[in-house]
């Protein structure tokens, strides 16, 4: 897949509770839509390179989710649910239909929650190397839940590292387990710490079976367990894939483009 040469637009979109969201669109309107939302502590500038590797015929929205990037609000709400109202405000915005929304990590559970309460706006969902965690993802009991929050108050960039840590294979540079550390432990707060909370307080089961758009989950092998795979192979479509660590799009520009390319063919009808 060659480079294009696509020309990208910033944009913005204001909310209520003092909230905007901005966004990058580029492509053309009549082509396939692709919503692109980065993970926790992270922006939308993970997903440049990846842009310039996908199909010129598609429309590519990269959004900042609030207190992300550019993206500023004053709001007290975190929940998975409210960051997919940041993402719907733009396709709305933008008029988008059909819309192929992928999510990284913290997105990709943003992205079920878009499909869940915006079924008419969504034809598919994507996870990038998400849902599969069984420590984070599924509803934990509230000692489990009280403990996580804990330890993220508690230490914060402690609980980060091993955040970068979990989520690099072995033999993963360090110097770019760091640079991952430097700028998540960096997350403007307390939007930070609230939107893990809302992350881990999200309950993923009940999600998922409210969510009608159908659902692939693009996971580095090294780090999905065969339990997730049990668990999960009935409600997602699991394909796993060997393109680095946890923060595969950024490593992997050109080979994550060609998987989302290749995801129109994967809808069932």
Same mark, same amino acid.
């Given at each position: ?25 580029? *492509? ?35 959004? =900042? ?16 649910? /409210? ?19 992928? $999510? ?8 079920? /929650?878009? *499909?869940?309460? %915006? ?9 990038? =190397? ?22 993220? *108050?508690?230490? %914060?960039?402690?609980?980060?590292? *091993? ?7 072995? $033999? ?32 993923? =089961? ?11 989950? %693009? ?5 999905? @367990? ?18 680095? @660590?946890?923060? %595969?799009?950024? /490593?992997?520009? /050109? ?15």
């Amino acid at each position: 897949m060659t480079t294009s040469g696509r020309t990208k637009r910033n944009l913005e979109v204001q909310r209520s509770d003092h909230t905007t969201i901005r966004y990058t669109a580029s *492509g053309p309107a009549g082509g396939p839509t692709l919503a692109l939302i980065h993970g926790w502590a992270c922006d939308r500038s993970d997903f440049d390179a990846v842009t310039d590797h996908l199909p010129e015929n598609y429309r590519v929205l990269a959004i =900042d989710l609030a207190e992300h990037g550019e993206s500023r609000s004053t709001r007290d709400v975190w929940t998975i649910e /409210e960051f997919a109202r940041d993402v719907a405000a733009v396709l709305q915005a933008e008029s988008a239909n059909a819309v192929i929304v992928a $999510g990284h990590s913290h997105g990709g559970a943003v992205a079920v /929650e878009v *499909g869940r309460l %915006f079924p008419d706006l969504v034809s598919q969902v994507v996870a990038l =190397d998400a849902l599969h965690y069984l420590s984070l993802f599924p509803a934990l009991d509230e000692q489990q839940t009280e403990a996580m929050v804990h330890m993220f *108050g508690a230490d %914060f960039a402690g609980a980060v590292r *091993g955040l970068v840590e979990g989520g690099s294979p072995a $033999g993963t540079d360090q110097a770019l387990q760091d640079a991952y550390f430097e700028k998540m432990v960096a997350v403007r707060q307390p939007a930070g710490l609230r939107a893990i909370e809302g992350l881990i307080r999200w309950d993923m =089961d009940a999600a998922l079976r409210e969510t009608k758009p159908p659902i692939t989950v %693009f996971a580095i092998r090294d780090l999905v @367990s065969q339990e997730a795979i049990d668990r999960y192979a009935d409600r997602l479509d699991i394909v796993l894939i060997d393109l680095g @660590s946890h923060h %595969f799009p950024v /490593e992997a520009p /050109e080979g994550t483009a060609k998987l989302l390319a290749s995801v129109r063919t994967r809808v069932r009808l």
